[in-house]
């Protein structure tokens, strides 16, 4: 079967692209990559709340998808909304790789000693990400938080120009995107910077962070049964507390949200969240189970108690 599958032009996009359709072609599948601006994109300059709504990475590839201009989407899961367009479905979530954040800092300003944070006081760090800045405020109040929007290799480009101290990355973009430079022999990130992954359980990932999403037609049969053969059910208890909690959050405030669920070997489920608050601080909730629903519950009760009280 030929498809046709959209991506955005990052050089993050395409390299989940290109591993999505190489497994396609394993299967017997041939594919062509259709890349789709998106508004998020367009407007690399402003901050995600100028920009507009939780979508802005998605939705015109989904309107490509439901046009049948593309037959297969290729998303970041955490880019996605917790409800999609009718007519759309995630047939496939071909992995899930690590969830957490990185703190990227050049040498002159790291500090081993100085706890969650590595970084000396007053350094100044970029992101776009509401949520990152509303833990970065509330673990170290004496950082200076900076606008820094693009691409990877952009914001990598801007730490080592030396336009900010430390910027914050997704693990899981750094590992997919250092696959596709080995191959090429050049590195990705310099070799002097120090990286220090922050802990998920306190520095609470994008809910769905570091997991693929494989999107397609509800009726384009073939199409959602030739994808759904990449799907790895490992993740899909996990990936759906986070994402019942998303739409819990979603209908109920747009505040900076993390959700991260950890599970144990036996099983059991620990579902850790943020939640900013109006006056720059953050609310904490977790709590352990066996059901992704009733744990999303639990926790959105626990976060809207904080933030009203």
Known sequence: MR?????????????????????LEVLGHTTETVVIS????????????????????????????????????????????????????VAAVPERVDAADVLLARPEVADAADGEIPLRHGGSVGTAAARRQALLHAARPDLSIGLLRGNVPTRL??????????IVLAAAGLERLE???????????????VGTRLDPRSFVPAPAQGAIAVQVRVD???VREAVSALDDPR?????????????????????????WCDEASGGA???????????????????????PEALAASVWHQLASGVRA
Request: charged share 25%.
């Open 269 to 291: 489920l620990t579902l850790f969240a943020v939640l900013g608050q109006g006056a720059g601080g953050i609310t904490r909730a977790a709590a352990t189970g066996d059901d």
């Open 38 to 89: 998106t508004v998020g994109d367009r407007a690399a300059d402003r901050a995600f709340a100028e920009v507009g709504s939780f979508g802005v990475f998605v939705r015109e590839i989904e309107n490509a998808l439901l046009e049948g201009r593309v037959d297969v989407a290729v998303h970041s899961y955490k880019d996605l909304p917790s409800r999609g367009p009718d007519g759309l479905v």
């Open 235 to 259: 993740p899909a208890r996990a990936l759906r507390a986070e994402r019942r909690l998303l739409g819990l959050v979603e209908a109920g405030c747009d505040r900076p949200f993390g959700a």
């Open 179 to 193: 696959r596709t430079t080995a191959a090429g022999g050049t590195p990705l990130m310099p070799a002097e910077i």
């Open 3 to 23: 498809l046709l599958i959209g991506t955005r032009g990052s050089a993050l996009a395409r390299a989940q692209a290109s591993d999505v359709a190489r497994r």
């Open 220 to 222: 384009a049969h073939a």
């Open 157 to 166: 480009r801007a730490l080592a120009e030396g336009r900010f101290g430390a």
